[in-house]
């Protein structure tokens, strides 16, 4: 079992930064990769960045690409994600989760999730 607890959530206006954490705790040393999604209300849980565990290799969303940067800290067993350059259609519940599917961009292969953390970006 892994288990994962989401930080940093919060309410920006549109053109700022924010930064969430993900600490992992438990049989992480079998995740393959870590990713984060969002889910806005009525919307299905929505791929934003990924990396695998070792190697370092990141995947990101092209709604997302040049603002967000996600980045791991493999002592701490934390996962990070940057979010710059904020606009209010990133707002939304944002998700870390583990999986041991290479198949980095898509929930259902997903085995771990956090509880979410909210952030509202104002226009």
């Known amino acids: 079992q892994v288990q994962l607890v989401e930080s940093g959530g919060g309410a920006v206006q549109a053109g700022g930064s924010l930064r969430l954490s993900c600490a992992a705790s438990?049989?992480?040393?079998?995740?393959?990769?870590m990713g984060w999604f969002r889910q806005a209300p009525g919307k299905e849980h929505e791929f934003v960045a990924g990396?695998?565990?070792?190697?370092?290799?990141?995947y990101y969303a092209d709604s997302v690409k040049g603002r967000f940067t996600i980045s791991r800290d493999n002592a701490k067993n934390t996962v990070y994600l940057q979010m710059n350059s904020l606009k209010p259609e990133d707002t939304a519940v944002y998700y870390c989760?583990?999986?041991?599917?290479?198949?980095?961009?898509?929930?259902?292969?997903?085995?771990?999730w956090g509880q979410g953390t909210q952030v509202t970006v104002s226009s």
């Open positions: 990396i695998r565990w070792r190697g370092g290799s990141t």
């Open positions: 438990g049989r992480t040393f079998s995740i393959y990769a």
């Open positions: 989760a583990g999986t041991y599917s290479s198949d980095i961009t898509t929930a259902s292969e997903y085995s771990y």
